[in-house]
């Protein structure tokens, strides 16, 4: 493991989707919004520096890695948290559901999924900067499945014609985020079982926003408090002093 030279001030730069941007969906306005508790925020005045939050709604790896090249010449980070796959593993399902005999594609095909994260943690190392995998929370099928076909009956039968199982996407999904596990295990990179941590809840999806993928507030504590936990156990000298995470 790299070690980080102690000093007055580190830099985190967060490379991520909407989940790393702190987006939930907020029933009672029915829209998305970015909740103020998301887990950069919340362990941004824990860190003796910047925490910078470079995630972008709807961003998969091939967008967020071109962001992230700018965001690492301007701030020269520490480390660098990744977290994607969510929309990279996603589908268009209003074109499944209008072609569900056609064949469709994943936003980012999982070959290349896995290329591009091997390459940007094999590139962030030759700059000498911690890279640091998240995996990613588990979606509620089921919930997920409502979202997508509108909780309309003929939509949701179209797409299953195509699917086949509404299981499926959890599989799929899974199948991402073991890539995930794999690249951190091949290239010997620090990761956060974010995943695990979800898992091990008595009902993690009561973690979940209704559309059965995006965290609410008490999953972004979830995820604050596993990142937070790392950095005490790795790097316990970016914290602030006497530093705690509590949500009492």
Known sequence: MKEIIPKDIYKIVVSGDSISKGVIYNEDTGKYTITSNNYVSLIQDKIKGIVCNAAKFGSTIIKGISKLQSEIAKNNPDIVLIEYGGNDCDFDWEDIARNPKAA????????????????????LKSKGIIPVLMTLPPLDADRYFKWISKNSAAIANSILEWLGSV???????????????????????????????????????RLLCIDGIHPN?????????KIFDYIKSNYGFMLKDGAVLSFE
Do not use: C
């Open 104 to 123: 469709h594609s994943p936003k980012t095909d999982v070959k290349l999924f896995r290329q591009m994260l091997y390459n940007e943690v094999s590139a």
């Open 167 to 205: 299981n499926k996407i959890y599989w799929w999904h899974e199948m991402y985020n073991s890539v995930i596990v794999n690249i951190a295990e091949e290239t010997k990179t620090k990761w956060i079982d974010i995943r695990g941590a979800f898992l091990q809840t008595a009902d993690f999806t």
């Open 217 to 225: 507030e008490e999953g972004h504590k979830l995820i604050a408090s």
